[in-house]
């Protein structure tokens, strides 16, 4: 079964525009949740990552917002630019392994 | 510091038959994750390898298999393959059991099943 849930499956943004991209999780054992971005043809990329001690973090133009009681985490994209246009996974697990991957969000950032 | 490689990026395969992917991690890490990313399943894990030895294993029939060299090298084997088997095989190294969490993925190897 889907252990994580990801919502929206695409998104079109203006450019200088707020992305944001949500997801859910079940197994409370779950300690790490990191986001991916991946182009075509590309492995993903680790963008940005949490742990449940803390509700936010942010690098860059990057934040991650933690809701641990509602188990949903999700990520925003501030200003966003045509060179973000990619496809996003968010991930859980335990530890740092056999991360369970979201389906996907795919992006596309209008000039 | 180099990332992680693998090989071949692409191979197109007849079903039955059998096919050995393989990765070389990140210089220093000595934990590689295999994952299959396919559009209608997304990315599944498969099995994790430290110092050897399988940690971790997904939801997959004994088909496919892996090891792990001494240098941390890793390779998976996938046997009689079947249609459904066409994906991009990635491969992700990290420093977990070391105290590092992060998983850097590689370009991955997209294997074809006809």
């Known amino acids: 079964q889907q252990q994580v849930k990801q919502s929206p499956q695409s998104l079109i943004v203006q450019k200088g525009g707020i992305s944001i991209i949500n997801c859910a999780y079940e197994?409370?054992?779950?300690?790490?949740f990191p986001w991916y971005q991946q182009f075509p043809g590309k492995g993903p990329a680790l963008l940005i990552a949490?742990?449940?001690?803390?509700s936010e973090k942010k690098e860059g133009r990057f934040t991650i917002s933690f809701n641990k009681s509602a188990k949903q985490f999700s990520l925003h994209i501030m200003d966003s630019q045509p060179g973000d246009s990619a496809t996003y996974f968010c991930?859980?697990?335990?530890?740092?392994?056999?991360?369970?991957f979201g389906k996907g969000t795919s992006l596309l950032v209008t000039p | 510091k180099a990332g992680v490689t693998q090989t071949p990026r692409y191979l197109i395969k007849t079903r039955g038959q059998q096919v050995t992917l393989s990765c070389s991690p990140i210089?220093?890490?000595?934990?590689v994750s295999w994952y299959q990313q396919t559009p209608g399943q997304g990315l599944q894990f498969l099995f994790e390898?430290?110092?050897?030895?399988?940690?971790n294993k997904g939801n997959f029939p004994g088909r496919f298999s892996g090891r792990q060299f001494s240098n941390s090298r890793s390779e998976m084997n996938v046997s009689t393959l079947e249609l459904g088997d066409s994906a991009l095989y990635l491969c992700?190294?990290?420093?977990?059991?070391?105290?590092?969490?992060?998983?850097?993925f590689g370009p991955g190897t997209r294997l074809t099943v006809t």
């Open positions: 992700a190294s990290s420093s977990a059991g070391t105290g590092g969490y992060e998983q850097y």
């Open positions: 991930a859980a697990s335990k530890h740092g392994y056999a991360l369970n």
């Open positions: 197994n409370t054992a779950f300690d790490y």
């Open positions: 390898y430290f110092s050897e030895t399988q940690r």
């Open positions: 210089s220093g890490h000595r934990s």
């Open positions: 949490i742990r449940p001690d803390v």
